[in-house]
Every structure is written in structure tokens, then in C-alpha cells.
């Protein structure tokens, strides 16, 4: 924690001006005063009281009450010096692009983002139309949505190179080109993916597809995807995108073209060149690990990724498992089987290789998350 380095060389200037006035002084009186600084700094920091001694150092003053006021105790020791293990030496980045997919726990991560970046008064990339990048359109009436393009941004101060923004967070279709010219060099770019068949029904259900696609029977969703051509024409229907591969249609995948489409070999290359691209890939089956891995990459603070209500909604579909409706979707949707196992088998290594201490930071975060979503039901 960088907050914490700051803090330890402060103390160390004052510590070390006072030695020089009382030079002279035994060496006893000056290990006296080493002590009182020592237990004084360990004293003032679990009761935030820094904020008031430190106030014109802006010590992380934050938004929502104190800082660290929602977590345990226990878990802070770890982190203080001299105590227990610390990060002191990553530095904050502040730098993220993220693409928000549809119905994959995305409005949760878009509320820390925007807290983020408003508490740091960083510059977000506006939307010309609208909340998203798609363009002067309603994705909802065209089939399939265009990838991001320099015209759908508010870019109206961005002249030179040097103007860019810090980040950029609502609804796109990703082009690499567009994006590098609007952010900066050391962008983290980062998105989050969900188990395919659960996308699929939650998108199902949100998007009304048995009422666009005037299904009139009782099971819409069998019917669908028993004869999916039957009502998605070739993808000629308005937000055809959504139904059919629509995770990795957000990264710009050429689903629309039917002999690249189930081409393994091209799925698996489009997959690698998005893992090139891509510094980390979230889950949605395991949000609090995401968000701690995020935490850590981004050497973010615990405060920071806090969030209150997610966007959770409970519909009929939710609960259907069947073995054959899965099959059936997997056949339809088979690029987003390997985008999503790729990406899984990466966290799963990646939650793998941390410390023992991730799993202490987990429990902890659990309880900060509680405590603050009883302060913060909604945001
Ligand atoms: C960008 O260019 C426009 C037109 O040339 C100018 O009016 C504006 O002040 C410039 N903005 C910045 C931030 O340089
Ligand atoms: C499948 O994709 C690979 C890689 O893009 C390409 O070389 C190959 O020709 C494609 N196969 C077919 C049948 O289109
Ligand atoms: C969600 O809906 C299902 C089926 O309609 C129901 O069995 C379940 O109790 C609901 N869960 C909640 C939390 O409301």
C-alpha cells in the first residue's frame, strides 16, 4: 500500500529532525523518542485519526466515511509495518478500459469503477449517443451493433497525442485501433465473463427474445433453441447479436459470418489474440475473488472495490439446468464455450499463485462488503 509508504517517510523526516535538535542528548532519551513515535504511529492508525493529523496531506480523506471503516481489524494488522506483511511498493494504476459485457455482473463492476474514478477526479470517455459506444442507434431495433469508432466518443478536447482519457467504461464493441488512440499507453484493460448457458437465459430474459421473436409457447426458450434459424433469419433481427455468442461478440468477434463463425481454429486464434490483448479477464462465478485479483493487480486499496446492491434479478429461466437445453446452446453458441473456459482455467491459475494470504483477504473482504452494503443498500 502505497498510502502506507508515504506515511513511513513522513514520520521518518520528522523522526530524524527531531534527532538532530537533540543532538547531543543521550542515546537513551533518543531511543525514547523512537519508542514514543513508534507506539504513537501504531495507535493513531486503526482510529483513521491520521486523516485529522495528516489533513493537509490529503491521506486518503474518503467518499464514504473513514477509510477502512467496514473492515476487520485483524485483517488490517497484516497490512500495517512492522506488524505483518505489506504492500508498500506497488503503485496505484489508474488507467482501465473496461468492456462491459451484457448480463455478467457488469453494472456491479461499473459502480466501482465510477466511484473510483470520481473520488480521483479522473476522465472518463463519454459517449456521443446515449450510454454506450454503439453510435446514433437503439441496439435494441438493429441486429448487431458496430464496433467502437472515433465519431460515437465525446472526444471534443481530445486534440494532441497526450490528451487521453483514464478510462473508458460504458457499453462497446471492442476495436483495438479506436481504443489505442484514446488511451493511454499503460491502459489495463479488463472485462468480465459469465458462465455461457446462465448469460444466455439471463440475456433470454432480458431482452424479451420470446416476445421479439413471437414465440407463442410455453417453453419460448426450448423453442428457440430447438430451431433457432427458424427465428433468428440469419441474424436480420433486431438485437440478433445478444443471442448467439454474445460474450464474444463484445470483443468484436465476426459472428455474422457463418464459416468463421464454428471454425475452432478460428475461435481458439481469436481467443488468444483477446488474452494478448486483455491484462485480466474476470468471472462472474467468483465476484469477490475478481474483485480481490483486480485489487491487487491494479494495487488498489480495499475501500476501493466495496460496492452495495448488484444488479441480481430472479427469473424463470434462472433456474432451468437441463442437460438438453445446454447441449442445444452449446451447439449454438460455441465460441462462447471456449472464450469462457480459456479465460476460467486462466483465473482459476492466477487465484491459484497467490499467497496463502488471498484467502485471509477474501474472508476479510467479506466482511467489509457486509458492513458496508448495510450502510449502502443501494447506490
Ligand atoms: C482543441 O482544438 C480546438 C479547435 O482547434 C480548440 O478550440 C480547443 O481549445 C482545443 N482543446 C485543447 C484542450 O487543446
Ligand atoms: C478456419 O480458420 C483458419 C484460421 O483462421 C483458416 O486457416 C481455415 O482456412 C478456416 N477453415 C475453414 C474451413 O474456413
Ligand atoms: C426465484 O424464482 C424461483 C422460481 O420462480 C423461486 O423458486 C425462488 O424461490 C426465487 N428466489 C428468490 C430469491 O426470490
Known amino acids: 500500500m502505497a498510502a502506507i509508504g508515504r506515511h513511513r517517510s513522513k514520520l521518518a523526516a520528522i523522526f530524524w529532525t527531531v534527532v538532530i535538535h537533540v543532538r547531543g542528548r543521550s542515546f537513551l532519551s533518543l531511543l525514547c523518542l523512537y519508542v514514543f513515535f513508534v507506539v504513537l504511529w501504531l495507535v493513531i492508525l486503526p482510529f483513521g485519526l491520521e486523516n485529522f493529523i495528516f489533513s493537509g496531506y490529503n491521506f486518503q480523506a474518503k467518499s464514504v466515511k473513514t477509510r477502512y471503516e467496514y473492515c476487520p481489524k485483524e485483517w488490517l494488522m497484516n497490512y500495517y509495518p512492522l506488524l505483518g506483511a505489506v504492500e508498500t511498493t506497488c503503485k496505484p494504476r489508474q488507467h482501465v478500459a473496461?468492456?462491459?459485457?451484457?448480463?455478467?455482473?457488469?453494472?456491479?463492476?461499473?459502480?466501482?469503477?465510477?466511484?473510483?474514478?470520481?473520488f480521483y477526479d479522473l476522465r472518463v470517455a463519454e459517449p456521443k449517443y446515449g450510454y454506450h459506444f454503439w453510435g446514433p442507434v437503439d441496439a435494441s431495433k438493429i441486429p448487431r451493433p458496430p464496433k467502437i469508432k472515433m465519431e460515437f466518443i465525446n472526444t471534443v478536447p481530445l486534440n494532441g497525442t497526450e490528451d487521453k482519457f483514464d478510462m473508458i467504461l460504458h457499453h462497446m464493441v471492442y476495436d483495438e485501433e479506436v481504443l489505442k488512440r484514446v488511451m493511454h499507453a499503460d491502459t489495463f484493460y479488463t472485462t468480465i465473463l459469465r458462465e455461457p448457458f446462465s448469460q444466455f437465459k439471463s440475456v433470454f430474459n432480458a431482452f424479451h427474445f420470446?416476445?421479439?421473436?413471437?414465440?407463442?409457447?410455453?417453453?419460448?426458450?426450448?423453442?428457440?433453441?430447438?430451431?433457432?434459424?427458424?427465428?433468428?433469419?440469419?441474424?436480420?433481427?433486431?438485437?440478433?447479436?445478444?443471442?448467439?455468442?454474445?460474450?464474444?461478440?463484445?470483443?468484436?468477434?465476426?459472428?455474422?459470418?457463418?464459416?468463421?463463425?464454428?471454425?475452432?481454429?478460428?475461435?481458439?486464434?481469436?481467443?488468444?489474440?483477446?488474452?494478448?490483448?486483455?491484462?485480466?479477464?474476470?468471472?462472474?462465478?467468483?465476484?469477490?475473488?475478481?474483485?480481490?485479483?483486480?485489487?491487487?493487480?491494479?494495487?488498489?486499496?480495499?475501500?476501493?472495490?466495496?460496492?452495495?446492491?448488484?444488479?441480481?434479478?430472479?427469473?424463470?429461466?434462472?433456474?432451468?439446468?437441463?442437460?438438453?437445453?445446454?447441449?442445444?446452446?452449446?451447439?449454438?453458441?460455441?465460441?462462447?464455450?471456449?472464450?469462457?473456459?480459456?479465460?476460467?482455467?486462466?483465473?482459476?491459475?492466477?487465484?491459484?499463485?497467490?499467497?496463502?494470504?488471498?484467502?485471509?483477504?477474501?474472508?476479510?473482504?467479506?466482511?467489509?462488503?457486509?458492513?458496508?452494503?448495510?450502510?449502502?443498500?443501494?447506490?
Request: aromatic share 18%.
Open 210 to 379: 420470446d416476445k421479439k421473436y413471437n414465440i407463442f409457447n410455453a417453453d419460448p426458450m426450448r423453442e428457440f433453441l430447438r430451431n433457432p434459424q427458424k427465428y433468428y433469419r440469419g441474424g436480420t433481427k433486431p438485437a440478433s447479436a445478444f443471442v448467439r455468442n454474445s460474450m464474444l461478440f463484445h470483443f468484436g468477434f465476426p459472428d455474422e459470418d457463418d464459416t468463421l463463425r464454428n471454425n475452432i481454429t478460428f475461435i481458439k486464434q481469436f481467443i488468444a489474440y483477446i488474452d494478448k490483448k486483455f491484462d485480466f479477464i474476470m468471472i462472474s462465478e467468483f465476484m469477490d475473488e475478481s474483485l480481490i485479483l483486480l485489487r491487487r493487480l491494479l494495487c488498489w486499496d480495499m475501500d476501493d472495490i466495496l460496492f452495495a446492491s448488484r444488479n441480481v434479478l430472479n427469473y424463470t429461466y434462472k433456474h432451468v439446468d437441463d442437460p438438453e437445453l445446454r447441449r442445444l446452446h452449446m451447439q449454438w453458441s460455441l465460441g462462447d464455450y471456449f472464450l469462457y473456459s480459456h479465460f476460467r482455467q486462466k483465473f482459476e491459475k492466477l487465484m491459484k499463485a497467490q499467497g496463502p494470504d488471498f484467502q485471509e483477504e477474501l474472508e476479510a473482504f467479506k466482511i467489509c462488503l457486509k458492513n458496508f452494503q448495510n450502510d449502502y443498500p443501494y447506490q
Open 98 to 118: 473496461y468492456l462491459k459485457n451484457h448480463k455478467c455482473g457488469s453494472t456491479t463492476i461499473v459502480q466501482i469503477f465510477n466511484r473510483y474514478r470520481r
